[in-house]
């Protein structure tokens, strides 16, 4: 084999397209070569980084995931193994749950069961509550202690009558969102403040029956999101979770 192949040969061999190797040259995943012409070439080194990207995407770690893998700092190498494994565990398990699904509307088809598209969508909606809610439930169980999960409990109908699950979602999803786009904000100002009054005022119905052994459990689980939300979609991002609890640090601190 010759000592450097240009672009369009690594391609052929890879099976990856030159946009594809152009995309990850420009996030630091490989480093080929230049000519005196600008032109790209791969060399030995090149190549073998490049098969360890294809490699490690095929196993189903992600861009940044493979970038610290193959970069200069230290990598815990088993709990990234351990957390991968737990991804590929849900995502199986959802697929599963698809299939069964569909098995279950092929035997209804088969009895010539009327059923419509609006049947059939509303049968995915579901099963998608049904495997939410077992995700959920997982992830809590790894960081509520037993008094935790018993107050839980208890305090599930103490919520208010009439109350719309779906909309207080909503309200959440547009308060993150709003602070992603705000970030970075110095947590002393204005209207990081603003931002805190407002995540404690949605928090209130939480915060107004939340026992210490559940708020103890509850931190500790959005304290530790990295390793989990590969698993279940958290409500917001682990930066906007980090924002909040500096800014009520400080709250307590003054």
Known sequence: MAETIDITAVASATGLTPRALRFYEARGLVRPLRTAGRRRIYGRGELARLHAVVALKRAGFTLT????????????????????????????????????????????????????????????????????????????????????????????PAMPEGFDQAAYSTQWTDLAT??????????????????????????APFTSIATPAMMTGVTRMYDDMDSWKGEQQPPFPPEVWAFITSVGALRRAG
Request: proline content about 3%; hydrophobic content about 50%; some cysteine.
């Open 65 to 156: 995931q493979i970038a610290g893998l193959l970069g200069d700092r230290h990598v815990d190498l088993a709990r990234l193994i351990a957390a991968q494994l737990a991804a590929i565990d849900t995502r199986a398990a959802e697929i599963a749950e698809a299939r069964a699904l569909l098995l279950s509307v092929q035997s209804r088809l088969d009895r010539r069961e009327p059923i419509d598209v609006a049947t059939l969508c509303s049968l995915i909606r579901q099963g998608d509550t049904t495997m939410t809610q077992q995700n959920w439930q997982a992830v809590f169980d790894r960081y509520l202690s037993d008094e935790a999960r018993a107050d839980f409990a208890r305090t599930a």
């Open 178 to 203: 709003r602070i992603e786009a705000a970030l970075p904000l110095d947590p002393a100002s204005d209207r990081a403040g603003a931002f805190f009054d407002e995540w404690q005022a949605l928090l």
